[in-house]
């Protein structure tokens, strides 16, 4: 299940929006101000934000360039300006596509879906990345992984853990989040599994598994993967 952040300050719209979204089987989270969104970005896995360009407290360019700061999620924005000038400007500083007011519920989840479609197929492609000059090298279609050139023999949990942190660099993710992740909806052991699965990477990628430089713990809560991905 796909999880949108709607940015809007106007209840009504994020209600309209969520109840569309929602009968096409999207779960959701929602924000009325800048800063609250940046910050639900940085905390939660979220797939997709809708975002408003008129905000109280941060205008929706400064929360879209905030965003990209630390992260890919796609961005749609809705807004009242409606010249191309604007749109140019919303597009340039990182929006993946652009919806004026007053819109068609039925053409934001349309918009949503084809986002989705896109940005699934691009991560796709990218089967093979790279982080910290090369030191870790992860191949997602021989599932592979590679440290300072040498091969690292993941188990399968290992590597699925691995993609999971990694596809989302510096995203903080919650111990119950990976075991979804990893373990799957229906695991049913101790949470904290997902802990001695964290060790055992981290001794086989780490240059120095006792001072972590890619998966470092976020304390009382979970984890967040660190490494500089190479363009």
Not at 202 to 222: A, F, H, L, N
């Amino acid at each position: 299940m796909k999880t949108i952040l709607i940015v809007d300050d106007e209840e009504k719209i994020r209600d309209v929006i969520q109840s569309y979204l929602a009968k096409e089987g999207f779960k959701t989270l929602e924000a009325e101000a800048g800063r609250q969104a940046v910050e639900m970005v940085y905390d939660h896995t979220i797939d997709l934000v809708i975002l408003d360009l008129m905000l109280p407290d941060m205008s929706g360019e400064e929360v879209c360039q905030a965003i990209r700061r630390t992260s890919s999620v796609p961005i749609l924005m809705l807004t009242a300006k409606i010249t191309n000038a604007n749109r140019i400007q919303g597009l340039s500083i990182g929006a993946d596509d652009y919806l004026t007011k007053p819109f068609d519920p039925r053409e934001v989840v349309a918009r949503v879906r084809a986002i989705l479609r896109r940005t699934d197929r691009d991560q796709l492609l990218a089967d093979r990345i790279s982080f910290n000059n090369g030191h870790l090298v992860i191949d997602s279609l021989r599932h592979t992984v590679f440290c300072g050139g040498d091969l690292a023999l993941l188990t399968p949990n290992e590597f699925k853990l691995l993609i999971a942190l990694a596809k989302y660099p510096q995203r903080h993710f919650t111990r119950e989040e990976l075991v979804d992740k990893v373990m799957g909806y229906d695991f049913i052991g101790d949470i904290r599994t997902i802990d001695q699965h964290v060790k055992n990477l981290r001794q086989k990628i780490e240059p120095d598994p006792k001072q972590p430089v890619y998966i470092i713990t976020v304390y009382g809560s979970g984890y967040r993967f660190m490494g500089g991905r190479n363009e």
